[in-house]
């Protein structure tokens, strides 16, 4: 009777082994094509099954929006005490660039604890995290990025790459797309971006992770791209996790599909993916003209190539038109021709328009015996031409080293045309804001805020009348090739021979003054917004950002609150990485917060903060508690 129990228990574990290794074996499956359906797949967000083409659609052209497709049964890694935990996964997709855009984020294979992901950002996030998951432990996830966007947040090493990324998109490891070539011995370039299908290969075995890629048409190459080191139980501590796919749009946008999809526990038993059966990738078509078009189009050409040589006189004396009044003959050693404008920046064609605004566009162009030049149109109105010259006039006087040369002026009707210095380095708003710029030094920081204290300073206190520029801000702040900081677009300045106060409100929001709209415009307000800068400078940022979190939004009170933290130098742009001075940072942060103090009184004046800026004077002792600091 002992002996019948005995055998009845080992036949009882026997059965429950077995079901246990069944039910790890059963996660395997093979998606030639997803015409099938998706009996099987969970889909949210954008992501769709195309079933006449049987293509499995992550994303479309629409911006700002993320697309997630998953197996819906769990992949059971099982006890720890079972066999050593493994997994491969075989999957063809293409990312198809939208018609006439260059640009587009790419996808991630994902294994995650959950199949909710619609909490996660789009953009940049590739659909997987938030601001506040990215990096968490507590996400459970784990990437492998098919990323086409260089973003510095992340350090991703270019826009080509493959990344791995544990629990965050900052990856542990990446490479730039290629795959290996057993005829030729050597990595080759691959273009994810192309709208080429694009084999991928995820093995792991052993706490080894090994990518690879490949064209459609190639074998499996013989050496992975990316082998790293993953301890997936540490990242999964429930040993359960979700396989698929996500994939978001920004404001760059691609479609993104996925052919085919294998997986199994093991590479031994993983199912071949059938090339012959995948969809076709869908192209973005021109429009075909049609031959009625084309005719009709010819004809159009031909009537107004007639017109354009019978009115060809009248269209040279037309083209180069000016308005000159007796008045302006005093300005004429300042004044250009339109003509020389007009093939110096080559018809302002739109290829060198460098930008558009509120008040008119710019163009770049080349005069011979000048060089590069920066052409602003502006509205003229013709019964303030004559004051709109003299303020031009007195602007071209000015001369600093630091102040964006105005070179002279053109008239047309309804245009007025302000000519000045071309400069090569963009404005500072580019390197501060634009990921796609690299970061500036602090060294070169420091020395940008000191071009523009000594610019400032000069017109409040150098030149022959006192200058309000009363719009300092990081777009109107230009840099030449060896980025030295200049002064630009002083058009808005306004003169006075005693440094008054003048009740017009003009500015830029986060850089105006409190007092402005009641006091008016002073040499005050312009230290307020250059104290302002300082600040954006110093902390890459602008004044007000809405992403993030909320005791971080106003960058004034950012500071404020580092400082009362007593680590002042933790509001510095991140980017710098610990390569900065901690002194200066706290001394340049410091004059910031005096500077945009709302007493206008304790301000100091731009000479002074030009003595305090260059060390050649202590900072005033003050603190959080002296009354106006504290925004």
């Given at each position: ?201 995820i093995d792991y075995e052993n706490t080894l ?243 523009i204290a000594s610019a400032l300073c000069y ?173």
């Amino acid at each position: 009777m002992a002996q019948s129990l005995h055998l009845l228990f080992l036949s009882l574990i026997f059965f429950v082994n077995l079901i246990c290794f069944s039910s790890q074996q059963d996660l395997s499956f093979v998606y030639n094509g997803f015409n099938q359906g998706q009996a099987n797949l969970h889909l949210d967000g954008t992501a769709r099954i195309q079933f006449q083409d049987g293509l499995l659609q992550l994303t479309n052209a629409t911006t700002q929006q993320m697309g997630h497709a998953f197996f819906n049964r769990p992949f059971d890694f099982g006890s720890a005490s079972s066999q050593s935990l493994s997994f491969s996964t075989h999957f063809v997709c293409a990312l198809v660039p939208k018609s006439r855009v260059d640009g587009g984020h790419g996808i991630a294979f994902v294994l995650s604890s959950s199949m909710d992901l619609t909490q996660a950002n789009p953009s940049q996030y590739l659909g997987l995290f938030n601001i506040s998951t990215n990096g968490s432990p507590s996400s459970h996830l784990l990437a492998i990025e098919l990323d086409t966007v260089k973003n510095a947040e992340f350090n991703d090493i270019d826009k080509n790459h493959v990344g791995i990324g544990e629990n965050s998109l900052q990856s542990v490891d990446s490479a730039s797309a290629s795959y290996y070539s057993d005829k030729e011995g050597k990595n080759i370039s691959l273009r994810l971006l192309s709208g080429d299908p694009i084999q991928v290969w995820i093995d792991y075995e052993n706490t080894l992770l090994n990518v690879t890629l490949a064209p459609l048409s190639n074998q499996k190459p013989s050496r992975p791209l990316l082998s790293r080191s993953i301890n997936l139980t540490a990242i999964f501590p429930d040993r359960k996790t979700f396989v698929g796919f996500s994939a978001a749009t920004g404001s760059l946008v691609s479609y993104q599909y996925i052919l085919g999809w294998s997986f199994s526990r093991s590479r031994v038993t993983l199912q071949g993916i059938d090339i012959s059966k995948l969809p076709t990738v869908p192209r973005p078509t021109k429009r075909k003209i049609s031959y009625l078009l084309i005719v009709l189009l010819v004809i159009l050409a031909l009537i107004v190539m007639a017109a354009v040589l019978g009115g060809y006189y009248l269209y040279r004396r037309k083209i180069y038109a000016e308005v000159k009044e007796p008045w302006e003959k005093e300005y004429r050693t300042f004044r250009y021709s339109y003509k020389s404008l007009y093939k110096a920046t080559r018809g302002f064609n739109k290829k060198g328009l460098l930008g558009k605004g509120f008040f008119g566009e710019v163009y770049k162009g080349t005069l011979p015996w000048v060089g590069d030049i920066a052409v602003k149109i502006l509205l003229n109105d013709a019964t303030q031409g004559m004051k709109q010259l003299a303020e031009v006039v007195k602007i071209g006087s000015l001369q600093h080293k630091n102040l964006v040369p105005l070179l002279g002026y053109c008239r047309r009707k309804g245009e007025l045309l302000l000519v000045s210095k071309y400069m090569e380095g963009g404005s500072i708003d580019q390197y501060l804001f634009n990921s796609d710029k690299p970061p500036l030094s602090w060294s070169q920081r420091l020395a940008i805020l000191k071009d523009i204290a000594s610019a400032l300073c000069y017109l409040h206190t150098g030149a022959s009348q006192v200058v309000l520029l009363r719009d300092i801000k990081a777009s109107n702040v230009m840099l030449d090739e060896n980025l030295q900081g200049f002064l630009g677009d002083i058009r808005m300045a306004i003169f006075d021979d005693h440094g008054g106060t003048f009740t017009s409100v003009v500015g830029t929001i986060g850089y105006m003054a409190f007092e402005l709209t009641s006091t008016g415009a002073s040499t005050r307000t312009d230290v307020y917004a250059f104290g302002a800068f300082i600040l954006e400078v110093t902390c890459g940022r602008r004044q007000f950002d809405p992403e993030m979190p909320i005791e971080k939004r106003h960058l004034v009170k950012w500071v404020c609150e580092c400082w009362r933290k007593g680590s002042l130098v933790d509001a510095i742009d991140t980017r710098l990485r610990g390569n900065f001075i901690p002194e200066e940072v706290d001394m340049v942060l410091k004059l910031g917060l005096l500077c945009t103090s709302i007493d206008p009184e304790i301000r100091p004046s731009m000479g002074i903060v030009v003595q305090y800026i260059n060390r050649k004077q202590t900072l005033p002792d003050f603190s959080l508690d002296t009354p106006g600091i504290e925004a």
